[in-house]
């Protein structure tokens, strides 16, 4: 792409062209009647912001760019523009380079599309042009010259270029771009996500043109597309999100093309023209606005795929009854509510997909019409009941998640049935399904299993979880194909005794009523490889074997939360192949060295929650073991683990261990070792820095309502975290017992379903936002949903396309309330969850968002946004609220769910997990699970072992507060006097500094956490501004509340339980909060493998650039505060109309800082200059922001942000020598000369600023109309 896209060439008389870009990603122009300002406050209102004042605050944000940013002229993507064309002039040679007679010539050379393009210089455009084709072909190093390449083509007339660039950085360009083109099977070229406009017209020299994929681009119909009939070979075109709005009839004269896809474009009709294209097989029209079709449609002889998903059609259109090709209609997502049979009688789909409608009934029709369906998906409709007899020919039905009570189908050709989620109490199909493999009916209300089960000789798969079974019929084992049964969460009592040398492979028998196993269990089942008999009444366990010699190849086997003894571990040693073994909450005393010893496959064991006071020495016999987990028992020994080279995880936590014994040199793989919760261990855990995550006890003390060293404590909390099975920590837990250095708390847990990065963000973030908001948000409610808005551009291009669930959990004292109770306020995205136990019973505190909601799926299907076949908007997640991937915004948005509840006497505690814990396990079987457990560190780790027991696979992390609410816990203010504001960041008296007053971890379970007060970048987000938060308590006070002051400041006469009130001026102080999360791997996510940037590991100890602020005390009268501005005019913001404002005189500038360094040269925003102040100021992002005088200004288009590969956010971090510039000897003395120059250049540009005049804004400053 040319200079000309960098910038537009302004004139006096003509404004610039104004550009806007979402989320990072494609520039779109703005049509004249676009306003940047209406457009920005518009997106915030999206995002969640109510409040006109704080949508105006927030756009004046730096931060905001990683959201919503304006350009005057088009910024330059070097990515982007790689992939549309490379171009220069450089120095080229034709044919062989042995040959004298060819010579180096300065040509002007292009690579776009699927060729090379070399002209001459002067004639680029109009002269005589080479055009080489590259795809088959080579692109070859030329050793003997100095960044230069071979370009060939393919075929017995080929041809070669040898091109010698001017740095090594565009050689490795073109060779990169080049490799791609020649590599490829198929012509075909991506120009997807590029901000096109219009098509480049060096890409229409690729004759051989086959694919064109041009999605997410700005094209229109009379952009070029005609164009495209220049491709005589094009069969592939992709159009789609491309906001066409009028079907491109250009592409209609295209005959060679097989495949269109016009997708999310917004289209209203589909022209008649379209019947010209008769090759066509795959025509893509889903997510459009699109009720009818044209009747030419049915004069297309090929076409075999149509896509009408998420359209308005009330029903099948007829014209699809001539298409005699057609094999597969996908009408989801529509407005279909009843379904007539008889419509499909002349339809030769086979293949109908009619997911997400509003179908409450179905009409059936005569079987031998319907002969020709042999796939139908009803899943998530309104269905009570259906007859699908009618259809003979049915192989796969999937009809999830609807409200059925009863089920007919016809079995003659059955294979797959999916009726999961249910209502269902009665099944029939007839006749018996011979072909049937795979079963899914759990989730519903089944009493006992079908009888013509017996009869489908072929069932590989049944699932039947979650159902009121309460006995399995006796042929169910003697089947001969049956691999996999699941039948957890029942009523089962025992198991069929009668056991025919059953093929069963996997078998999930937990949460039922079962006190023992069939005595032939494992003699029988010889092919038997994983058994989860979790959360039942066992006692015993039957043989391996009848002799010494067994043949079980048993290699998993689950038994957590069971009644075994020690009786048991004997009939363990005959399954020698065992990998696996969970069991962990049982009655086991010991566990004999013997019987460990022949157990020596195993890789990973869990013991926890027994009465162990010891693991047996020949653990060191298994040399695969990389993970032993035996917390909650009695142990006093810490076992020889260390000696085992495999091993990963240790976690001892919970235990008597007084002593403890580590080798000279540590297992290389180890990275977790968790001894937390055994208070007689003394260690000096920094000789443990090279572990990833150590943890280990610190002096910590619960709160409690009276600061008195025996007062009974208010709460006290417990962390735990476990790795997946893919070794990554995708999760993290935030506990903050003094929140605010205040009588407050907040806790927090975070989910991701992939990275590391998200969770670990928000976990070192999230804190000192909400901390922030307490000041700046003027209602109890809007708090917390600020806090989560925030959040989302602190997650800078982190949040881009990256997401996660996050939970929070605030205690506070109700500052409103003259009675003084505390207040639990919980908010939550995603599917992390908080659940309250009061009396013995839960209460939830948490919503799921998912298109399962009626309002969730209606704004999703608002902004014409794909659900696809897992329940994915646009295939990404399942969830409508959660952090991060703005780029789906706005079909999904970080506002939480809040619910504020008053904590009573009768309160417990309260529970938050992740996305796995929830997974496995109920809030009502959570709660039950521990409210017996009087540690809330082992009840958390409960949870987590529960939860693995039970079969979850993902990160998990849950925190347990318990709660000691009494009557003695309320405020004993006066009633007479005002309550105060509420309760925030304060500081110690007499100025202290802060790094010697934080108080320790408040957990045990807790890693410790070095906070480096440098600032973060505006791509991750500061938790700091340069307004103070406190300009609303101080306009308050302005205004006449009463608050005397004592000598440091103090509000006079407050109770114990509500802390003092400081007028002062932000200040940074390193964070209270304490993190217990490990980075796994290092901190890498399996996509980038590289370290997240502003966050260094270093063992054990993580540093993260973090800042949070803190409210200084200031010696000021408070009647010489200026008065607070008025709130501006919602429709003035709306329109995009110019804010015109007072002047105001000027405050004190000067802001004291911690360590006593000389004030800040900037002014203040305190009171009535706030908005002037603010609005005052150019903000990084370019959106709107008047300067001085001048008003409405738009940053000058230059090279837009680029992404770190393998890092997200760009934080001012140390410097990494990989980055580092190395100049070569011979390059040296030229280096420093272009250093110099560049050095006088920077003078003499401030030298030209500081004798701007004021009242005339700089060069690069625009006045545009809003």
């Not at 960044?147 to 950085?169: E, K």
């Not at 261990?657 to 937390?676: G, H, M, V």
């Not at 400041?1049 to 940074?1068: D, E, I, K, M, N």
């Amino acid at each position: 792409m040319g200079k000309q896209e960098k910038t537009t060439k302004t004139t006096p008389d003509s404004a610039p062209t104004l550009y806007v870009q979402l989320h990072g990603e494609a520039v779109r122009r703005l049509e004249p009647d676009e306003k940047p300002l209406s457009i920005q406050n518009e997106y915030l209102s999206g995002l969640g912001f109510g409040d006109p004042r704080r949508v105006q605050d927030e756009g004046l944000d730096a931060e905001i760019g990683c959201l919503i940013r304006f350009y005057a002229g088009k910024p330059h993507n070097i990515e982007s523009s790689e992939r549309v064309q490379l171009s220069g002039t450089y120095n080229v040679r034709k044919g062989k380079m042995q040959l004298a007679v060819n010579r180096w010539n300065r040509r002007c050379v292009i690579l776009c599309g699927t060729c090379l393009i070399v002209s001459s210089v002067k004639d680029s455009h109009a002269g005589k042009m080479h055009v080489l084709p590259l795809m088959g072909g080579k692109v070859e190093e030329v050793k003997k010259h100095s960044h230069c390449l071979a370009f060939s083509s393919s075929g017995p007339q080929s041809q070669t270029y040898h091109i010698s660039f001017d740095s090594f950085t565009e050689h490795l360009r073109w060779q990169r771009q080049a490799s791609k083109m020649v590599s490829q099977r198929i012509s075909s070229v991506d120009l997807s996500c590029c901000s096109l406009e219009h098509l480049p017209p060096a890409l229409f020299y690729s004759q051989d043109l086959t694919h064109l994929n041009l999605k997410h681009n700005f094209l229109v119909p009379g952009s070029g597309l005609v164009e495209l009939q220049r491709f005589p070979k094009l069969r592939s075109l992709n159009l789609s999100s491309n906001c066409l709005r009028e079907f491109p009839q250009a592409i209609c004269d295209i005959p060679t093309l097989t495949e269109v896809n016009l997708s999310c474009n917004h289209l209203t009709s589909v022209p008649s023209a379209v019947g010209a294209m008769r090759n066509l097989q795959t025509f893509l029209l889903d997510g459009n606005c699109l009720s009818a079709l044209p009747e030419q449609l049915g004069g297309l002889p090929q076409l075999a795929y149509l896509g009408l998903s998420f359209n308005e059609f009330q029903e099948v259109p007829t014209v699809l009854e001539r298409l005699d090709s057609m094999e597969r209609l996908c009408m989801s997502g529509n407005s279909l509510e009843v379904l007539h049979l008889q419509r499909f009688r002349l339809l030769r789909n086979k293949h109908v997909d009619l997911r997400l409608n509003k179908i409450c009934k179905v009409i059936p029709d005569e079987p031998d019409f319907l002969q020709h369906m042999t796939h139908l998906d009803l899943r998530d409709n309104q269905l009570l009941e259906l007859d699908a007899s009618a259809l003979p020919h049915l192989e796969v039905l999937r009809c999830d998640r609807n409200h059925l009570h009863a089920l007919k189908i016809c079995g003659s050709h059955l294979k797959i049935l999916h009726a999961s989620a249910n209502e269902l109490c009665q099944l029939e199909v007839f006749p018996i399904p011979g072909n049937l493999t795979y079963m899914d009916i759990s989730r519903n209300h089944l009493e006992s299993l079908p009888e013509w089960v017996c009869g489908s000789k072929r069932l590989e798969v049944l699932d039947i979880s979650h159902n009121l079974i309460c006995e399995l019929p006796v042929w169910l084992f003697c089947s001969s194909s049956l691999r996999k049964l699941l039948a957890g969460h029942n009523q089962l009592r025992r198991l069929p005794e009668r056991l025919e040398r059953t093929p069963v492979e996997v078998l999930d028998i937990q949460h039922n009523q079962l006190a023992e196993l069939p005595s032939n269990l494992f003699l029988k089942a010889d092919s038997l490889r994983c058994l989860n008999a979790s959360a039942n009444q066992l006692e015993s366990l039957p043989p391996s074997s009848l002799s010494e010699d067994s043949h079980s190849i048993l290699q998993e086997l689950y038994l957590t939360n069971n009644r075994l003894t020690d009786k048991c571990v004997p009939m363990l040693t005959g399954h020698g192949r065992l990998r696996v073994l969970h069991m962990a909450y049982n009655q086991l005393l010991s566990f004999p060295a013997s019987k460990m010893a022949k157990l020596e496959e195993l890789e990973e064991v869990d013991l926890s929650g027994n009465r162990l006071k010891a693991l047996p020495t020949t653990i060191m016999n298994c040399r695969r073991m990389h993970t032993v987990l035996a917390h909650s028992n009695c142990i006093e020994v810490f076992p020889e683990v260390m000696q085992l080279m495999e091993i990963k995880c240790v976690d001892l936590a919970c235990n008597e261990l007084s002593e403890l014994t580590l080798p000279e040199n540590l297992p290389p793989r180890l990275q977790e070792l968790d001894l937390t919760g055994n208070p007689r261990l003394s260690l000096d855990h920094k000789t443990l820095d090279n572990i990833r995550s150590f943890r280990i006890d610190q002096s910590t003390t619960p709160y409690s309502a009276n600061e008195g060293p025996g007062a009974p404590a208010v709460w006290s909390h417990g962390c735990a975290e476990t790795s997946g099975v893919k070794n990554k920590l995708c999760v993290a837990a935030l506990s903050v017992n003094h929140f605010c250095e205040s009588r407050e708390a907040l806790f927090g847990v975070f989910d991701s379903d992939r990275n590391v990065e998200v969770p670990y963000l928000m976990q070192c973030t999230m804190g000192d936002v909400l901390a922030e908001e307490l000041h700046k948000s003027k209602s109890e409610d809007d708090y917390m949903t600020n806090t989560f808005l925030v959040m989302q551009r602190k997650l800078g291009t982190a949040g881009q396309k990256l997401g996660g669930s996050a939970a929070l959990c605030h205690i506070r004292h109700n500052p409103m309330d003259s009675g003084g109770c505390f207040t639990l306020t919980a908010a939550n995205v995603g599917k992390c969850q908080a659940v309250l136990c009061r009396d013995g019973k839960s209460l939830p505190l948490s919503v799921l968002h998912n298109i399962s909601v009626a309002p969730e799926y209606d704004r999703v299907r608002l902004h014409k946004a794909i659900v696809t076949e897992d329940n994915k908007v646009n295939g990404v997640t399942d969830s409508t609220r959660i952090m991060g991937y703005s780029f789906l915004y706005p079909s999904v948005v970080p506002r939480p769910h809040v619910q504020t509840v008053v904590l009573t006497p009768q309160d417990e505690f309260f529970i938050l997990g992740s996305r796995g814990l929830w997974d496995s396990m109920s809030v009502t079987e959570a709660v039950e699970a521990v409210r017996s457990v009087p540690d809330a560190l082992a009840a958390a780790k409960k949870l987590c072992t529960l939860a693995q027991g039970y079969g979850c696979g993902d990160s998990l992390s849950a925190v347990v507060v318990q709660l000691s609410v009494t009557e003695d816990c309320c405020c004993c203010c006066e009633l007479g006097a005002p309550p105060p504001p509420s309760p925030g960041l304060f500081p110690p008296p007499g100025g202290v500094a802060i790094r010697d007053t934080l108080p320790m971890p408040s957990s045990c379970s807790e890693i410790s956490s070095e906070v480096s007060t440098s600032e973060m970048s505006s791509e991750v987000g500061s938790t700091a501004s340069d307004e103070s938060p406190q300009s609303a308590l101080l306009q308050e006070a302005g205004a006449g509340v009463p608050f005397p002051l004592d000598a440091r400041g103090g509000a006079v006469g407050a109770c114990a339980l509500h802390p003092t009130l400081l007028s002062c001026s932000f200040q940074r102080q390193l964070s209270s909060a304490t993190f217990s999360s490990a980075l796994s791997d290092n901190g890498l996510d399996s996509e980038d493998e590289e370290p997240i940037t502003g966050v260094f590991s270093n063992g054990s100890r993580v540093e993260v650039e973090a800042d949070v602020h803190y409210l200084r005390a200031r010696e000021r009268p408070l009647a010489s505060l200026p008065p607070a501005l008025p709130a501006p005019n919602v429709g003035t913001l709306n329109e995009g109309a110019e804010l015109v404002t007072s002047k105001a005189e000027p405050v004190n500038k000067e802001v004291e800082q911690i360590d006593g360094s000389p004030p800040r040269g900037r002014p203040s925003t305190r009171g009535g200059d706030l908005s002037i102040r603010t609005l005052g100021k150019r903000r990084g992002n370019g959106s709107v922001a008047p300067h001085e005088r001048s008003h409405n200004l738009i940053e000058v288009a230059a090279d837009m942000p680029t992404k770190k590969q393998g890092g997200y956010f760009a934080a001012p971090a140390q410097p990494d020598p990989d980055d580092q510039l190395i100049i070569p000897p011979e390059l040296e003395e030229e280096v420093k000369e272009i250093m110099k120059q560049h050095h006088q250049q920077q003078q003499q540009v401030q030298q030209e600023h500081r004798l701007c005049p004021l009242d005339q804004p700089p060069d690069y400053y625009y006045d545009t109309p809003l």
